[in-house]
């Protein structure tokens, strides 16, 4: 039997809001004002977020990328919010999913440069001058775990942890390790959630290369360019003794793997599966749905009809925001949160039903063919 | 209500010192270093030009297989001990594959310096870039970029094995591999999955690899041989030694396994773990954050410290490893720290990041089930801030039930596997 665990608060930054209160009345900005070149970063969702607005220490930012930023600020939203500094450190438990880190291409160039000899790269050159163009601690700013390690020390967290990568469905794996976490008693409460990939020309061509920028949001048969989003989505997770106010409550979560070699997508069995172990029955007003290349699309729409029938309402995020990638599922969550609590934000406002939503389901998936589903539940 | 009991029918290895477990406890038992000078790139100008290397034509087959366009060299590994895992404990007659899952613990590879310097290209130096020009080059290789992916491990091996169950990716440095067996035993225990593929690997030898762990002062500068320069524990050793490898466990849920009549080989009785929360780039001076994830492992196994046998070491072979973890070794055990065997399989296998935590705890099991306790080799100077028993330069024969393996990554994450004997 999945455990019951409640969300008591949420933290999050975007392009388009820098926190959850301000969420509900966040606009996006209109995509037929951007230009059609997928290179041009205007065209994505880029965070704005400072070293100085999260008050780091220059000293403390130079290994810090902004995906660290990113998380300590929703990480410190979601952690003030609920009060979570009652709490012995070792029993806050702490969760997170990661986008892929890219290299600051900036931080090893100059050094590539000055280590060139007659149009080659020469390891001599590298070890005479070229090594000293990059800061001997850069190292560390392209480990994954880093900045979760860094956003535990500024919120002195020492329990159960675990960080996930980068699997688009990894932010509903970190939820549902955080669940179960508190359920073992291995941690009194948890702070679980996700930050994306920070925008840049790596991972922008990442993005193009797998055929991820032509997705099929409203229809499958007609693909849309999907850009990417920045941000990042946490979530205060506790059981059912919290005196905080519950906003929402996570009852059911499935996981499953296929991958159909001749499609190149997920298979419609493997997205059954998981949505079938996250529901076990339960009727289902929205899904949100993945939606990502064709075949996934054909495939998730045909298995939410097999389970559901043809009259479930079901809709994607990713035309209107953007593609958060491994912080996709948990930003969604956030706004299975808003809508839970009678709160339509703007941006989805025309997309959903102004009606009253008890129980939603998020879909998620890798380009790989791991599929994940979690229940989230109005209390 | 009872906890489920989650016992071991698997295990698989491919290290610098064996293409199977086998092989790698058999010389890991005989003290036999795997480390050698680097010959896979070139090390010119590096102030450490040692590794631990695996062996190309251990792997040959499946760098020409269907999957070896995307995977990275750890990937390739981790499939061969995942073989070696899959088929000691018979996973193919389970029918039911939505509940066998798979938590591994890898980074992906590094980028290439000849992509690096075919980047350049398009770049002023100054912060500008040519994006149009690139793309139209070609751009960077989709193959390679997948390689780059840690997650890319679990898709191959949910394919190729047809795991339809959970399926994870930690990514947490040096306690990755532990930590993702930690994961897939709370995930058997839950009743998520009966059976859990898990492990970790690591393939970072490469230019880029030790560019960022020389820049970091953390890898061996000072060493008279390659075999003799992963000394943990000793007073002369300067750094640790990279490596890479692969280590796989398949967890099963005890009744699942008696069901089926798998040959049980060991179980996972409890898992911790922590973070430091002290600073990104040192250890707790008190090694609080490996207290902590040790006294959960002990208590998560329902034990006290008096019921631990032997404690597989951390033991990086860095300065600062090696005494914290021996301070914080004191302080979970008391006056009886001094009577624990602790011993490091890096000292012979060197530092495989991601692939340590998971290639520690079947050489543990393989040591209980042996009753061979592996030594600490290079062992030579005691330093006097490390004065604990640490198995010297030779193993010793003694039964043992229970252990500990731990695990501490950069930044300060932590690791603590208790793992056992079966006993019926």
Known sequence: ?379 | MKKKRVVITGYGLITPLGKDAIETFDKASKGISGIDYIKSFDTTGLPCTIGGEVKNEWISDLENSRFSKYASRGCLLLLRAVQEAYEQAGLKEITNTSQIGISIGCHGDNPKVKDMVFVHKFYDGKGNWDYHKLQKAGGYSFLNFMKRKPDIVTSIIAHKFDCKGLNIVTVSACSAGAQAIGEAYKAVIDGRCKVMITGGAESIIDFFGYLGFTLLKALAERYSSPQGASRPFDRKRSGFVMSEGAGVLILEDYEHATTRGAKIYGEVLGYGSSTDAYRITDMHPQGLGAVIAMKKAIADAGLTTNDIDYINAHGTSTIQNDITETLAIKQVFGERAREIPISSNKSMLGHTIAGAGAIEAVLTIMGMNNSIILATINYEFPDPKCDLYYVPNKAIMKEHKIALSNSFGFGGQNACLCLGKFLS
């Open chain 1, 1 to 379: 039997m999945y455990p019951k665990a409640y969300i008591t608060s949420v933290g999050l930054i975007t392009a388009f809001t820098k926190d959850f209160e301000n969420f509900i009345n966040s606009k996006i900005p209109e995509r037929d004002k951007c230009s059609t070149d997928f290179f041009d970063l205007k065209n994505h969702s880029i965070c704005n977020i400072s070293k100085d607005s999260l008050d780091i220490s220059s000293k403390d930012s130079r290994i810090m990328g902004k995906h660290t930023l990113m998380l300590i600020k929703a990480s410190e939203e979601a952690y003030k919010k609920t009060g979570f500094d009652r709490y012995n450190p070792e029993e806050i438990g702490y969760f997170s999913a990661i986008g892929m880190i890219d290299y600051e291409n900036e931080d090893l160039l100059s050094a590539v440069i000055k280590s060139m000899k007659e149009g080659q790269f020469d390891l001599q050159e590298f070890f005479k001058k070229g090594y000293r163009e990059i800061y001997p601690l850069w190292p560390l700013s392209m480990l994954n775990n880093i900045s979760l390690c860094q956003s535990a020390i500024r919120l002195n967290i020492k329990g159960d942890n675990c960080v996930f990568t980068p699997h688009s469905d990894a932010s509903l794996h970190s939820i549902n390790e955080a669940i179960w976490s508190i359920s073992n008693n291995k941690s009194k409460v948890a702070l679980a959630g996700a930050v994306s990939e920070v925008i840049s020309p790596q991972s922008i061509a990442r993005y193009i290369l797998c055929n991820t920028n032509k997705s099929r949001v409203s229809s499958p048969e007609m693909p849309v360019d999907i850009y990417m989003a920045e941000g990042s989505v946490f979530f205060a997770i506790e059981g059912e003794t919290t005196e905080n106010k519950k906003l929402a409550s996570l009852s059911g979560f499935g996981a499953s793997f296929g991958f159909d070699d001749v499609s190149g997508g997920v298979t419609e069995q493997a997205v059954k599966s998981s949505m079938y172990q996250a529901c076990r029955g339960k009727k289902v007003d929205l899904v949100f749905t993945h939606y990502s290349r064709q075949q996934d699309s054909f495939n998730e729409i045909s298995a939410i009809k097999g389970i559901f029938g043809d009259d479930v309402e079901f809709v994607s995020t990713k035309s209107l925001i953007g593609d958060m990638l491994t912080c996709a599922g948990a930003f969604d969550c956030a706004l299975a949160v808003s809508l839970l609590n009678d709160k339509m934000p703007v941006f989805i406002n025309g997309h959903v039903k102004e009606k009253k939503y008890n129980t939603i389901l998020i879909n998620a998936f890798s380009v790989e063919g791991n599929v994940t589903s979690i229940l989230v539940e109005r209390v």
